[in-house]
């Protein structure tokens, strides 16, 4: 069973990627480049040890945004505001790590809590005004992003949280602390982020939650359907309240990685445009905390091996048509594989019937 | 490897950017392009790439004379994504500089960071970061431009030809760079009348660089301040300012360009009778002389700035909207040079 439940899981991910092969391919012999010889190139460059790690540190974050839209997904939430409550998560992750002065895990530990708290808090306005205003979360986030960018563009200023170094354009939060960084993983001439360890617990957490806990049981019901859960005694908008903070708290630890491992300090150089990815890379995993992980590596690798399309005269928008046939075709390939799983499973209904119908007359 | 063809944007650019009217304080136009040059040039553009008219589009026109003129010299480039970390840039970089590239241009100051830490890894590579002076390696090199010189110049034909006494800039994004533009342009509009009313806006705040490039709200943002009273607006706000244009066109009133002469993009060409002039920041100009004196293997380390006195900033008189002014211009462009103004980088001062 479970087998099987595997191979029809993996299935429409490898159609999915297949078909976005088959499709680059096209666009790259139009252009009279050899497809062959630019995949080749971008394996052989991606899978050097030393790129692998970089890979890697870039899996960290879109992994966390994966995992947090996921959550949403879980609950039918379209939380495209992955964004925001990732910049404010950052943003006074490093203001307060750069403020205080504590023993190191304690430190490490304060600005991962103030960054899952800033998410959360931040992803609670779009909480509070779905479950009581009946507001939707898409509208409602995608504003929470715009105002997000602008309190932060205001606290980050000269005159306030911000600094710039001599000579430098970048305003940025004063540096964290020794105490307050986390320690990078030296291996094949790279430094592997050490909040992977916290990215694998936060899977883990997710998947226990999930699947062995009845408030994940609550939340799974509610998603399935908001009144069925309620007449069954689930405090249904309580569910999508709390779902949405911890999806943002999550959503908080997307720049944490980067911010305690590599800059220590939030800038403007920070990058924009997790919602989508992270949404993204929630369909392709299928919520699966394994799933989300392995499409979170592939997006990673793709954006990593850009630059060798570029130096053979090829735009970099290949990575980003690529990314986007996958998602396209996942979601078809999904749709198909249901639909053959559905037929086997009726077909196998059908045949049990048929024996018992059979074994009927026979008696 | 495959050479890319000069884009049809970057041809019409280019050659409307070398025949254009240009006033720059020395004005050190393109001397003639070095020859029997060979290995490989690299450029690692911010957001956009090359075909963005203005800032990254200038960085490969100023290499451009140089790969015309040497077969054997070779171009890679590369750009920034916007989800992209220091450490996926620092990756660039160093994949550039492995692939053999040398000297390589570095276009903006979010790379700052991750040239600060790749420029020690390969020493005899040369880097040119544009917009930036806080990398302190000996094999870097710093082009930065005064902007609030040249936004300064074109606040002062702004104050002169408006007849409102209303002024208007747009600035693409809230960053410390823009301001220089902002704080320039009101200094200039308020020396040539201190009681004119300057308007001002910014498209979008980082790390939404999407201001940059949008040119519909650049398009709402102008006709507002046109409705308010303004009769010339500056827009500091890259590919938006296509917008402004478009506003000022249909209204009759006045707008500046920026970076480059945005009278001759040929995407401009219905609106060029009510371009009044362009602020002209020639980051083709520094990176030229940067990649001429890394090829003759002149020690390029440290900072260069470039202002007016050093032909790195000015404004065009394409069209000839300000030829009555110009001589007014002049004089206050004689106390930039001199040294008898010194022009503030920060609008709220």
């Not at chain 1, 986390?182 to 992977?196: C, R, V």
């Not at chain 1, 078809?332 to 799983?341: G, I, M």
């Not at chain 2, 041809?11 to 003639?32: N, P, Q, R």
Request: aromatic letters at 10%; charged letters at 15%; proline letters at 4%.
């Amino acid at each position: 069973m479970t087998k099987s439940r595997i191979f029809w899981g993996t299935l429409a991910p490898v159609a999915a990627i297949l078909s976005s092969l088959i499709f680059v391919y096209i666009i790259l012999t139009i252009r009279g480049v050899n497809p062959i010889d630019i995949f080749a190139e971008m394996v052989s460059y991606g899978f050097q040890p030393r790129n692998l790690v970089s890979e890697l540190n870039q899996t960290i974050a879109y992994y966390m945004a994966g995992v947090a839209a996921a959550i949403g997904f879980k609950m039918l939430l379209f939380n495209i505001g992955i964004d925001g409550q990732y910049r404010m998560g950052a943003f006074f992750g490093a203001v307060v790590g750069a403020a205080v002065n504590l023993p190191p895990i304690l430190h490490v530990t304060l600005i991962i809590i103030t960054a899952m708290l800033a998410g959360g808090l931040w992803a609670a306005i779009a909480g509070y005004l779905k479950v009581r205003r009946g507001i939707s979360e898409v509208i409602s986030n995608i504003m929470l992003n715009f105002i997000a960018a602008a309190i932060i563009a205001f606290l980050l200023s000269e005159d306030l949280l911000g600094t710039l170094p001599e000579g430098s354009q970048n305003l940025q939060t004063r540096k964290i602390p020794l105490s307050g960084q986390m320690p990078t993983i030296k291996a094949f001439n790279g430094e592997i982020y050490s909040f992977l360890f916290v990215a694998i617990a936060v899977g883990i957490a997710y998947w226990v939650m999930l699947n062995k806990t009845v408030f994940g049981f609550n939340l799974r019901a509610t998603g399935l359907s908001f009144r069925a859960a309620r007449s069954s005694g689930v405090n249904a908008p309580g569910m999508i309240f709390i779902t949405t903070i911890l999806s943002g708290a999550i959503a908080g630890l997307v720049g944490i990685g980067t911010l305690l491992s590599d800059t220590h300090s939030y800038s403007m150089a920070f990058p924009a445009g997790y919602a989508f990815t992270g949404l993204a890379l929630a369909l392709l995993g299928r919520n699966h905390p394994v799933g989300i992980f392995f499409a979170a590596f592939l997006w990673s690798f793709l954006e990593r091996t850009a630059p060798v399309l570029e130096f053979e005269g090829v735009p970099p928008e290949i990575t980003i048509v690529m990314q986007g046939t996958i998602v396209l075709s996942i979601v078809v390939a999904y749709e198909l594989v249901a639909r053959v799983n559905l037929r086997q499973q009726q077909r196998a209904v059908g045949k049990v019937n048929a024996e018992a119908s059979s074994l009927k007359e026979s008696q | 490897m495959q050479k890319k063809l000069l884009g049809r944007w970057g041809v019409i650019a280019l050659a409307a950017t070398l025949t254009a009217t240009v006033v720059t304080g020395c004005g050190s136009d393109s001397e003639d392009a070095a020859e029997n040059l060979s290995g490989t040039i690299g450029i690692a553009y911010s957001l956009g790439g090359r075909d963005v008219p203005g800032f990254n589009q200038l960085a490969y026109i100023g290499v451009e004379p140089l790969l015309a003129a040497n077969d054997s010299l070779e171009l890679i480039e590369s750009q920034d994504n916007p989800t992209a970390t220091d450490d996926q840039r620092a990756e660039r970089l160093r994949l550039m500089a492995q692939k053999g590239a040398n000297p390589i241009v570095v276009v903006g100051f979010t790379y700052a960071a991750a040239l600060a830490k790749v420029a020690p890894e390969f020493p005899d590579t040369t880097w040119g970061i544009v917009d930036d002076s806080s990398v302190t390696a000996p094999n870097v090199h710093s082009i930065v431009f005064k902007e609030e010189e040249g936004s300064y110049l074109v606040g002062v034909a702004a104050a002169l030809k408006s007849k409102s006494n209303n002024v208007g800039f747009i600035g693409g994004v809230n960053t410390p760079l823009i301001a220089k533009f902002e704080a320039g342009f009101i200094a200039g509009a308020k020396a040539v009348n201190a009681g004119i009313k300057v308007q001002s806006t910014y498209i979008s705040n980082f790390p939404d660089f999407s201001g940059f490039n949008d040119p519909a709200k650049g398009y709402e943002a102008a006709k507002g301040m046109y409705e308010n009273g303004a009769d010339v607006v500056y827009a500091a706000a890259g590919g938006t300012g296509t917008g402004l244009h478009k506003a000022a066109s249909e209204l009759g009133k006045w707008s500046v360009g920026v970076d480059a002469d945005e009278a001759t993009y040929p995407a401009h060409a219905d609106y060029v009778t009510t371009i009044l002039t362009s602020m002209l920041k020639r980051v083709d100009v520094g990176v030229a002389a940067f990649v001429a004196d890394a090829l003759a293997g002149v020690d390029t380390a440290g900072v260069k700035t470039w202002g007016f006195a050093e032909g790195g900033v000015g404004y065009t008189t394409t069209g000839g909207y300000i030829d009555d002014l110009t001589s007014q211009i002049e004089e206050y462009a004689a106390k930039i040079a001199s040294g008898d103004v010194v022009v503030p980088t920060d609008p709220k001062a």
